[in-house]
């Protein structure tokens, strides 16, 4: 990898961080030589074009985001011009420290572009000073996995423990299947229309089920994975419908959106920079479906986040697990459809009474009632019967790579499909 890298001297790059990196060093006496890099974004404003201006606050949010999540709590970093940072690491040696700010530049690349150009990706380690300047070695991403491939081996060969035998770099850079985003139709019964298509994150496992939703985050109980969830789910889901739309392709959009993700005031902000730079003309397409609220929501705090989402899309939709105690606070929100998400092979046997009285009660307080799980033909009937505005599930229609054109679907066409099951 040396013989690879590129030797550059600081030069003017940190004539101006000097102070700072004196202040770092006095306070951490032992950070290890080798422990200062350089992460910069130019290849990514590179990539990024005309469009760098309008994201480059959202993108220093997320590198700033990133850095909190990859760094030890004893390591520091700073905003360093416009494209860059400093990182000063307090133990990890400059092969290991590298890689991290790597990985950092592709997580943005991969979060605002949807892949990575590993060669492009290139970080600046300090290697030593001489006639009192730091010398750096510039390395890609590319080069780094490479030599990590190569240690992680020599250390699967030379460790029996299972511990030993996942080396550093294994946790630096996990290789995982990218998320995807799929979508499938939801029935609008009184229209007789397949016109609102669900977005939903998957990520595929080799020889295993994928996973779905928040469970695609490495830990669905952190705050901020699920908003990287959800700003990656509305990038890939407003790439793809902005493609379809210039090809004169129409239908509606429900964009999940986790309760934790509105409920904290950093985390809306930076949900907020993603919903400004969604182009005006997809706005009226879009509608939100909110994950995650907290049984006995106030009305207050519910009323909030669909006041936000409303600037933003046509309609605001709540998705609960079941009962009915939190309707007339969604109601009183000003929630359009309240959907009831049933477990995977429920059953008219055991749900019917309860969707029963779920529609029942969004009637009576007007508002929609939704249910998604209708994998089967009876539960659909049933849904039917129950008197379900909104139907979702595998009986309605699958899950694909795309959304689809608005079709139209009436009861008729579902009694043939029961009939045909």
Not at 150 to 156: F, R, W
Not at 251 to 276: D, K, M, N, W
Request: glycine share 8%; net charge neutral; hydrophobic share 45%.
């Amino acid at each position: 990898m040396d013989g690879l890298a590129q030797r550059e001297s600081a030069g003017g790059h940190f004539t101006e961080a000097a102070p700072k990196l004196r202040a770092i060093f006095q306070a951490q006496t032992q950070a290890a030589a080798g422990s200062l890099h350089m992460v910069g974004l130019d290849s990514l404003r590179s990539r990024l074009g005309a469009r760098w201006p309008r994201v480059a606050d959202r993108v220093h949010m997320l590198v700033e985001r990133l850095l909190r999540q990859m760094l030890n709590p004893r390591d520091a970093w700073f905003r360093h011009g416009e494209e860059g940072y400093i990182v000063v690491f307090h133990q990890l040696g400059r092969t290991e420290a590298g890689l991290v700010c790597a990985k950092v530049v592709e997580q943005l690349q991969r979060l605002l572009l949807g892949d990575v150009d590993t060669a492009a990706v290139r970080v600046h380690s300090a290697v030593h000073e001489m006639d009192g300047e730091l010398l750096f070695q510039s390395s890609s991403l590319h080069e780094m996995l490479a030599g990590a491939a190569s240690l992680a081996g020599a250390a699967v060969a030379a460790e029996t423990s299972a511990d030993k035998a996942n080396p550093w770099w294994a946790h630096a850079a996990p290789q995982e299947e990218p998320l995807e985003v799929v979508y499938r139709p939801i029935w609008d019964v009184r229209k007789q229309v397949l016109s609102i298509y669900l977005a939903r994150a998957m990520r595929p496992r080799r020889g295993r089920l994928p996973l779905w939703g928040y469970d695609c985050a490495a830990n669905p109980q952190d705050m901020q994975q699920i908003l990287g969830l959800d700003l990656d789910v509305l990038r890939q889901t407003m790439e793809v419908y902005g493609e379809l739309y210039r090809n004169q392709f129409r239908c509606f959009l429900s964009v999940p959106v986790h309760f934790e993700t509105l409920a904290g005031i950093a985390r809306r902000r930076e949900y907020l920079a993603a919903l400004q730079a969604i182009p005006k003309e997809l706005v009226a397409f879009l509608a939100f479906h909110v994950v995650g609220f907290p049984q006995g929501v106030p009305v207050s705090r519910a009323t909030e986040m669909v006041t936000f989402l409303k600037q933003f899309s046509r309609v605001v939709i709540a998705v609960v697990e079941s009962g009915c105690q939190d309707l007339p606070a969604l109601a009183a929100a000003g929630i359009y459809i309240v959907t009831m998400l049933l477990p995977p092979g429920a059953s008219p046997k055991r749900w019917g009474p309860e969707l029963s009285r779920f529609s029942h009660e969004a009637l009576r307080l007007r508002v929609h009632a939704g249910v998604e799980g209708v994998d089967t033909s009876l539960m659909a009937s049933y849904a039917d019967g129950a008197g379900f505005h909104y139907m979702a599930g595998d009986f309605i229609g699958p899950w694909s790579e795309v959304p689809e054109n608005a079709l139209r679907f009436t009861h008729a066409d579902l009694r043939a499909r029961i009939v045909a099951d």
